[in-house]
């Protein structure tokens, strides 16, 4: 159960051709009754936002919608005004084929960028995935896997919670995303749904927080694409009193969306292209926590920090030049890093530590890098995987 | 001819034990009667400076040098108080081998980072390279050769320049660098020297603006190191009145210096390690030179661009996304990119181009890739390569 979790939403995936493999490629998460519910969404902050960025913003204006059409094989980025009016296109369809509003239904798209739409496709497919939109376990599947790329696993989540007055709520989730992987956020499309009752605002605020300590703190190759989106729909079929900003249930709910964004973000580094390791990269005692984001981040994305992990090589001095690069503040002779907890610097020296112990360490495919920058109490963690050859491969060539 | 290009000047390089394999590990350039001249540096601006950086910037306040040791095969970073001890002792070291004070005398170390300096081989080595030390091309040669690391090819470059009331002077530098390689600066070493007659203050002006146009606008992988130094030694051996800030002559000698640098600079990316493309990202049409270098940059230091460099895909997606996420500001349904002239994106869409005339610029060597952003005047230049597996088989392992 996923996307499907929380009652009163059903969902679908097809193979409409957009993907020359004829894989899944089309997927769509509705509401059972086609009517919109509350609705809010995180978009990438990248200037060149993609078609379907830019007509799913609009129609979340009212913070409502009934239904998202996600289709993957083509990013529909860098298609200008034909892209947007595609973009419409497919929400219409949507609509039509639940009974909706066009402006109701939201939109999104994954795949090669500056390529028009396959609109031929789009226009059977839709209304196929309209027709096979179920409830269960089985039509969450179809559509996580529809929306894959160079993704190898689907990615679904679910987590639950206690709302106001000791009603319960359920929180499900589908993500796609194995490369242009940055904070501010991920190359990545995710939907969440639940039952929670929750105004527009107020889901906004809860989802916004969650994606900061989720798909923000992940980073493997630093780009930030042009249709990174997260949605959540919310169609307060829990019952019981609604859930308001920092009132009863509300961190309830940002814990239960942070859950399956946090474990969507893990999917997403442990799937990444190419990757042979999974690592966090803690850091601690930073000056705040905006610090120990920059460090954390820095570290993360860097191409030699990454190289190191690839071939088991606890080289620390490549982690503490990005610490000092990344804009942190801290004193570099107090600084002690570890890896899976083996302290190899002290001080901002190298110490003494127990070499076959360390090699053991290293060779495991989960490393955690500890940095503690003992200045004050900012803390932050990012995922993050190594850089391989494989991934090079992978991304040379479009085609 | 490069370092001992400008008359005044001595350099050699011998091998001392720093580096396991024999080759040459330690050079000097010091004034031809030790006595010091004016001088300037630039240095990183990472948080975590290396001991030889903290102990050169002490011994630049006043604005004089009478040499530069430089030491390969270690960087002497992440070494603490002991790194400073020893940086300090490696500048007492060569002031006693040319009669210099130790506060004239710079130092720079490049290599590992966190290992503890061989003090022995240094105390054996520098007395060496000082007795080493001469005037023209083999000297600088072997300078130029016993700083290298990763580096397949010395880099050494010339210029001169036209002085106040006809006088003319030359500048010679050399300098290593081939991977850590970002602006602000590259991971990177370069000694310069200059007949020129100046004070401290307008070379110190002179070489930040010459630094700002040149290394800073190379880009390899991102990583900004705890050793980068650049360092220029002027004589006032070229005679008549000095050079003063935006007076005669100050244009001249900051092209001069940007020459060499920008020389090198070239040199680096192209003896970059992997590399099998060098590239030019050439932004032009932003709203400011600081919106174009902000676009370059991103692009340059993009995984993903460097990975569709080596596969000669000429994927403009990744670089219009890319100028997306810089903070660049722009239209994006009006950009147009070119590779090597080729115009493939027109209007922030797809155009028709030459398919076999792309293919064959995409499998040169060379790839200038242009992004004209249509607002307003801003340019800016930033060199890079690609990414290729030999990158990562290099960096994996340090040992």
Avoid at 306 to 332: K, M, N, T
Avoid at 370 to 396: F, K, Q
Wanted: proline content about 3%.
């Amino acid at each position: 159960m996923s996307v499907t979790a929380a009652p009163g939403f059903v969902a679908g995936g097809v193979a409409c051709g957009i993907k020359a493999s004829g894989a899944p490629d089309l997927a769509m998460v509705a509401t059972a009754d086609g009517r919109p519910v509350t609705a809010a969404g995180v978009f990438t902050t990248n200037l060149v936002a993609a078609g379907p960025v830019q007509v799913s913003r609009q129609h979340l204006v009212d913070g409502r919608a009934a239904a998202v059409v996600l289709s993957s094989g083509n990013a529909n980025a860098a298609t200008g005004a034909a892209g947007r009016r595609d973009a419409r296109r497919m929400c219409e369809l949507a609509a039509k084929g639940i009974g909706a509003d066009t402006a109701d239904v939201l939109v999104c798209s994954t795949g090669l960028i500056g390529i028009p739409m396959p609109m031929a496709a789009l226009e059977q497919g839709i209304p196929s995935v309209c027709a096979a939109l179920a409830g269960g376990e089985a039509a969450g599947t179809a559509a996580a896997a529809a929306i894959m790329t160079t993704d190898t696993r689907r990615k679904e989540a679910t987590a639950t919670g206690t709302g106001p007055a000791g009603t319960t709520f359920t929180v499900g989730g589908m993500a796609k995303g194995a490369a242009m992987l940055s904070p501010a956020m991920a190359t990545m499309l995710a939907v969440l749904t639940t039952d929670a009752v929750v105004d527009a605002s107020t889901l906004q605020q809860a989802l916004a927080t969650a994606v900061a300590g989720s798909f923000d703190m992940l980073i493997v190759d630093g780009s930030r694409s042009t249709n990174d989106t997260v949605l959540v729909l919310a169609n307060g079929q829990a019952g019981g009193p609604a859930i308001m900003r920092q009132g009863a249930g509300y961190q309830e709910l940002v814990v239960a969306l942070a859950a399956v964004c946090g474990s969507l973000a893990e999917a997403m580094a442990r799937d990444a292209e190419g990757a042979t390791k999974f690592a966090r990269i803690v850091v601690r005692g930073a000056r705040s926590h905006h610090d120990a984001r920059l460090a954390a981040r820095q570290v993360a994305g860097s191409q030699l920090v990454q190289c190191s992990l690839h071939g088991e090589d606890p080289y620390w001095g490549r982690v503490i030049s990005e610490c000092g690069a990344s804009g942190a503040f801290f004193d570099p002779e107090q600084v002690d890093i570890a890896y899976n907890g083996i302290t190899v610097c002290r001080d901002g020296v190298a110490c003494d530590h127990d070499a076959v112990a360390l090699r053991s360490a290293m060779s495991e495919h989960d490393i955690e890098v500890t940095i503690d920058l003992r200045t004050a109490h900012g803390e932050a963690t990012v995922l993050t995987t190594d850089l391989s050859p494989a991934y090079i491969d992978e991304n040379m060539r479009t085609s």
